[in-house]
Each structure stands twice: as C-alpha cells, then as structure tokens.
C-alpha cells in the first residue's frame, strides 16, 4: 500500500507571502496525484489533480507541480481565505485504490 | 449541476446496525465511480471504498474491508454505506465523493455534505 507522507505538519505563513507545502509517496504514483483544502466545518475542496491540472474555479494563484515521488503545492500570495488544512492524495484509476496524506495545516503568522 | 446529498446524522449504539445514503443527480450515475471517505474527529482524510453504479464493482481499502459494506441502486441513483455492527470507533464523519473522471482518476472534485455518525452507549 501506497504511503503519502506531508511535510511539514503545520506551516505559519503571513498573508501575502508565499507558501509551499510538500508530498511525498513512498513509491512512485506518476502524474496521479490531488491536492484539497479543508475548512473547519466544511467538506474537502479539489484543487489540484493531475500533479499541476487546476480543478474548475480554482484561483491561479494555487499551482502544483512534481512528478513520481516529490510532490509540492504552491500558493503564490496567500489571502486570508486560504488558511485551512490541505490535503494530497494519490490516486491509481485501475484498480481504483486512492491513498490521502495525513494533512499540513495553513496558519497566519 | 451535480449534486450528492447524504442522508442525515445518525446516534447509534454499540452492536447496532447502519446504512447511510448517497444520492446523485445532474448526471449519468450509473457512468461514474462513487466512494466513501471517512474522517474522524480532529484527524485526516481516509479513503473507505469506491462501487461502479453501472455493474455493482466496488473496491475496499484494505483498512476497511470486511468491516463496511458499500453498495448501490442505479434505479434510484443513490449509493450506500453500511455497518452489520457499529463500535465507538466508528465515529466520525463519512462523506460520500465522486471523481473528476469517470474512470475513477483526478481525484475528488464532487463531495455530499457529509454524515456525522455518532456511536455511544
């Protein structure tokens, strides 16, 4: 079984700036691999798939990139609304078998 | 506009059994996978399940097979997930997803609003 390590656990980020949080699976998993976020009291939001494909209605400001093990979710200029938790996850479409990371959280410094 | 909504939050006894809902609408059920996600109070994200509408398929992840059971009626377009005996470790909230591509790939880009189930003495 596919294992999604997320670093770091809690990242304190100021609004405006930039923040990058990190993916790693313990094999590779190609191109397939989702980003969410999650606010308290809500259901997950998809932002990325693909590894970088941004999911509809999703500001350009998120973007992602990586490819087989090394993964990275990047939020150019953060905005009060994007501090949440954000999830990876990988994904495999035959048999589909889906693995999600344990979750960074976003934090205003 | 596609749609999942879950049927409501659920107080359960210990031993008692459970079968929650997934309703689908605003597009072909029966040409999308549909999952089960559960999370736990305070924790992360756990991939339950997935079924195939059209033809009954469904897949578990090792953590929960043989301790649910997800199933589907195409003719009503609605999935379920369900418990034979409910423990306290079966808190949590469970979401019902479906995939940004119909042959199970993209990741999650639809989830209902979610169950709380609740499992108390």
């Known amino acids: 079984e596919i294992v999604m390590t997320q670093s770091p656990a809690t990242l304190s980020v100021s609004p405006g700036e930039r923040a990058t949080l990190s993916c790693r699976a313990s094999?590779?998993?190609?191109?397939?691999l989702a980003w969410y976020q999650q606010k308290p009291g809500q259901a997950p939001r998809l932002l990325i798939y693909g590894a970088s494909t941004r999911a509809t209605g999703i500001p350009a400001r998120f973007s992602g990139s990586g490819s087989g093990t090394e993964f990275t979710l990047t939020i150019s200029s953060l905005q009060s609304e994007d501090f949440a938790v954000y999830y990876c996850?990988?994904?495999?479409?035959?048999?589909?078998?889906?693995?999600f990371g344990q979750g960074t959280k976003l934090e205003i410094k | 506009e596609v749609q999942l909504v879950q049927s409501g939050a659920e107080v359960k006894k210990p031993g008692e059994s459970l079968k929650i809902s997934c309703k689908g609408s605003?597009?072909?059920?029966?040409?999308?996978?549909i999952g089960w996600v559960r999370q736990m109070p305070g924790k992360g994200l756990e991939w339950m399940g997935i079924?195939?509408?059209?033809?009954?398929?469904?897949r578990y992840s090792p953590s929960f097979q043989g301790q649910v059971t997800i199933s589907a009626d195409k003719s009503i377009s609605t999935a379920y997930l369900q418990w034979s005996s409910l423990k306290a470790s079966d808190t949590a909230m469970y979401y019902c997803?479906?995939?940004?591509?119909?042959?199970?790939?993209?990741?999650?880009?639809?989830w209902g609003q979610g169950t709380l189930v609740t499992v108390s003495s």
């Open positions: 996850q990988q994904y495999n479409n035959w048999p589909p078998t889906y693995t």
């Open positions: 997803v479906r995939p940004v591509i119909a042959a199970a790939e993209g990741g999650f880009d639809y």
């Open positions: 094999q590779s998993v190609s191109s397939n």
């Open positions: 605003g597009y072909s059920f029966t040409s999308y996978w």
């Open positions: 079924i195939y509408p059209g033809d009954s398929d469904t």
